[in-house]
């Protein structure tokens, strides 16, 4: 799962997309420095920051944490010849989705940004087959903007860049559990990337249609 935060270069929070640098490393404590639910505090941290948004454009060469360890990352691209010619919340390079299944949660999308103000963007892809850079500014991506890419290339199928007004009234923890649900290698080739997509959108539907508060998108539903 992806998620990674984005400066605010282009005067919103969240627009530019952020290379993770090369120059990163990351050695974990020995068990004699810090106690167990530190190390795991801290790796949790970690994870949220250096999350492989792979939108593949905003991938550059450098370390990826992965569910099943560390991998080195894909060197970003950026096709905008892949864009639809009309606006569209639903992008799918990969052919995932059938029509039907686009047009149903192109309608979900439009009513999760009517009823909360939030705009959820999908794109399924396979790296490097994807537009990369070239969506965000198709899509005008802000902080009050979700991007979810779509992508089994590090093994895990969700992946998600999430602006700053999001962050403020969503857990982080939600879209680490989201993808470990929905997401996960063995879900997904049971039952197929569209239904990992689909349960992903209801699920991100549901959490941000709850009231804001302590307890707020404890579920994945």
């Given at each position: 799962m992806a998620f990674l935060h984005l400066p605010s270069s282009l005067g919103t929070t969240?627009?530019?997309l952020l290379p993770i640098k090369s120059s990163f490393h990351f050695s974990p404590p020995t068990a004699s420095i810090l106690k167990p639910t530190n190390f795991t505090n801290r790796l949790s941290?970690?994870?949220?920051?250096?999350?492989?948004?792979?939108?593949?454009?905003?991938?550059?060469?450098g370390l990826i944490l992965t569910r099943s360890g560390f991998a080195e990352a894909k060197t970003g691209v950026n096709k905008p010849?892949?864009?639809p010619r009309e606006f569209t919340p639903v992008i799918d390079v990969a052919g995932f989705l059938s029509d039907g299944q686009?047009?149903?949660?192109?309608?979900?999308?439009?009513?999760?940004?009517?009823?909360?103000?939030?705009?959820?963007?999908?794109l399924a892809q396979n790296y490097p087959d994807t537009p990369g850079l070239a969506i965000k500014d198709f899509w005008q991506v802000d902080d009050r903007t979700i991007v979810f890419v779509?992508?089994?290339?590090?093994?895990?199928?969700?992946?998600?860049?999430?602006?700053a007004s999001v962050d403020l009234d969503i857990p982080r923890s939600f879209w680490s559990r989201l993808a470990g649900k929905y997401g996960n290698m063995f879900y997904w080739k049971e039952k197929g990337e569209d239904?990992?997509?689909?349960?992903?959108?209801?699920?991100?539907?549901?959490?941000?249609?709850?009231?804001?508060?302590?307890?707020?998108?404890?579920e994945v539903k």
């Open positions: 969240h627009p530019s941290d970690f994870r949220y920051k250096s999350f492989n948004f792979v939108l593949s454009g905003a991938l550059s060469l010849e892949l864009l686009e047009k149903r949660i192109a309608m979900e999308i439009a009513n999760i940004e009517q009823d909360t103000g939030f705009k959820l963007r999908v779509a992508d089994p290339t590090f093994g895990n199928i969700l992946n998600f860049n999430v602006g239904s990992s997509i689909e349960a992903a959108v209801m699920a991100i539907s549901h959490c941000l249609r709850e009231p804001v508060g302590p307890n707020n998108c404890s």
